[in-house]
T-cell receptor
């Protein structure tokens, strides 16, 4: 079974609209959850992470995500999209395999922002 | 701080050639990993290391070799390049288990 699933390979929004990128994880993995962003021809940059504590996590560039254990979800949101948010976004978990030492990634969601 | 540095940024190889992708980190991280990124596949783990002298296979290890003689360096060797190894390769490091990884800028490899 997939450790992490991202719904939608592409999401299109208008500038100023709400951004919602969906991520569901397997209940068999511990709740160490991450969102990364990748701009064209660049490496991955950490947006935000959940490990313990408050379930609403704030990240860089106005993004936030809420850990919902009952729904095994960690959806990424931003109230108002900017053109500069256009990028690919990856949700990631740390499964117990390999001693919790590596990340497993979803297949990614490309965010397209139109003027 | 340079973080995670990968070289080269771009490489074209002929089928059957071998090469080494370099990765170095200056954050004194124990954990290092290599991933490949292919369209629609996300990032898949090739090999990883939890410390100098310790390496292990990930999801897609065939055709690749690694070694970790120092904490800082984690090179990835392609033994005999195949067109299926055309991909973007990322090196990552993390401080300890259950923590985020820091990524290099990637190496775009084309095998013809």
């Amino acid at each position: 079974a997939q450790s992490v699933t991202q719904l939608g390979s592409h999401v299109s929004v208008s500038e100023g609209a709400l951004v919602l990128l969906r991520c569901n994880y397997s209940s068999s993995v511990p709740p160490y959850l991450f969102w990364y962003v990748q701009y064209p021809n660049q490496g991955l940059q950490l947006l935000l992470k959940y490990t313990t504590g408050a379930t609403l996590v704030k990240g860089i560039n106005g993004f936030e995500a809420e850990f919902k254990k009952s729904e095994t979800s960690f959806h990424l949101t931003k109230p108002s999209a900017h053109m500069s948010d256009a990028a690919e976004y990856f949700c990631a978990v740390i499964p117990p395999a390999r001693g919790y030492s590596t990340l497993t990634f979803g297949k990614g969601t490309m965010l397209l922002v139109s003027p | 701080n340079a973080g995670v540095t990968q070289t080269p940024k771009f490489q074209v190889l002929k089928t059957g050639q071998s090469m080494t992708l370099q990765c170095a980190q200056d954050m004194n991280h124990e954990y290092m990993s290599w991933y490949r990124q292919d369209p629609g596949m996300g990032l898949r783990l090739i090999h990883y290391s939890v410390g100098a002298g310790i390496t292990d296979q990930g999801e897609v290890p065939n055709g690749y070799n690694v070694s970790r003689s120092t904490t800082e360096d984690f090179p990835l060797r392609l033994l005999s390049a195949a067109p299926s190894q055309t991909s973007v390769y990322f090196c990552a490091s993390s401080f300890r288990r259950n923590t985020e990884a820091f990524f290099g800028q990637g190496t775009r490899l084309t095998v013809v």
